[in-house]
């Protein structure tokens, strides 16, 4: 990721020595080693291709230093990987969900599909009625089965890894300021492997330009 990052930044960089390099200062991190697990056959994943097409969402949970509870919800595009809007509060029910949806509908623009789980907020009848009045279809996975809705999924663990478990959180404005300025790291700068390497935001530009040609055409 790190070489990544500094390719696109302009540096030029060989791959071999920025790896010693980090060897050197000790900086890898130990993964558990995955216990072996049996093949299953799973149904293949649909493959989005326009942002705004569909848009995934989840809740994570964390705390401040003084125990005090945060929930955060993430909303990603499924086409782009971006970052739609991440928010954080000590409580996040429907009706603030679909405020925070609604924001981010302001700036981008209403998905035609959401993918949640079977939580009790996506449930609701606050958020079904929104997403009827929008016109958008809510797609709940299958009780038990997250990889349904891998791209969440990955997303959160990446933001768990990077950011929530890097930090101590003092406040809830504390834990604003810093998942914002994470999340303006992964939209901006982060290289995303399934996006050839480039940050999100890169790829959500490319397209929207892409989209204004068909419109055009």
Excluded at 136 to 159: C, D, H, W, Y
Aim: include cysteine; proline fraction near 4%.
């Amino acid at each position: 990721m790190l070489y990544r990052m500094l390719r696109n930044a302009g540096w030029k960089v060989n791959r071999n020595r920025l790896e010693r390099l980090y060897r050197e200062e000790n900086l890898m991190l130990r993964h558990r080693k995955k216990r072996q697990r049996y093949v299953v056959e799973r149904e293949g994943r649909e493959q989005v291709q326009e942002f705004g097409e569909c848009w995934s969402m989840d809740f994570m949970h964390d705390a401040t230093v003084d125990g005090r509870k945060l929930k955060f919800l993430n909303v990603i595009d499924d086409a782009t990987r971006y970052d739609a809007t991440t928010r954080v509060a000590t409580s996040i029910p429907a009706v603030r969900v679909t405020e925070y949806l609604n924001e981010a509908n302001v700036e981008y623009g209403a998905p035609k599909r959401i993918r949640v789980d079977n939580g009790p907020e996506f449930r609701s009848n606050t958020f079904l009625r929104w997403a009827f009045r929008n016109k958008i279809q809510v797609q709940l996975i299958e009780p038990g089965k997250p990889t349904q809705n891998a791209l969440i999924e990955s997303f959160n663990g990446r933001m768990r890894a990077e950011c929530l478990n890097q930090q101590w959180f003092f406040s809830l404005s504390h834990a604003e300021k810093v998942t914002g300025e994470w999340r303006d790291f992964y939209n901006n700068l982060r290289p995303y492997s399934a996006l050839g390497g480039i940050p999100p935001g890169d790829y959500w530009i490319a397209a929207q330009q892409k989209q204004m040609v068909k419109l055009l055409a």
